[in-house]
């Protein structure tokens, strides 16, 4: 059994819609009187706001000025974001480096040895990566303060 429904359909529902407020326009534009629908009237200040010009006047260059604000100078917080998101996966990537040199160490540390002794051995290596740390630790110390 079929049932209509006493509901408009949504098309008939907006080309309604659509009539008010062009009929709301229409009669801003005509000066007529307002009607006493309150969806008409509130076309009608729609209609009457629109077309005003705005109570701000903005400088001529006012796009320009934007632009170039906008192109030199980055959002703080994304940019501090991006880059503490970088900082770690950098991180976790030099530690996953370095625990796999660690666990494979015994199979590609004599072949450094057989062409440089002084390469096989595990001293020269823990020196050179203590140094790097000692670098790294350095650089990401801020900058000491005078007390004056």
Do not use: K
């Amino acid at each position: 059994m079929n049932h209509e429904s006493n509901e408009s359909r949504p098309d008939d529902l907006a080309a309604r819609e659509w009539l008010a407020q062009e009929r709301a326009l229409a009669d801003e534009r005509a000066g007529r009187a307002s009607a006493d629908e309150p969806r008409l009237h509130a076309y009608r200040l729609i209609a009457r706001a629109a077309g005003q010009p705005p109570a701000i006047q903005l400088p001529a260059d006012f796009a320009q000025r934007t632009a170039r604000a906008i192109t030199q100078r980055r959002p703080v917080a994304e940019g501090r974001l991006e880059f503490n998101l970088l900082l770690l996966l950098g991180a976790l990537l030099g530690g996953a480096g370095v625990v796999v040199l660690v666990l494979s160490a015994s199979t590609w540390l004599p072949a450094f040895g057989a062409t440089a002794p002084w390469l096989g051995s595990p001293w020269p290596w823990a020196c050179a990566v203590c140094m790097g740390l000692s670098g790294l630790y350095r650089r990401w110390q801020p900058a000491p303060r005078l007390h004056v």
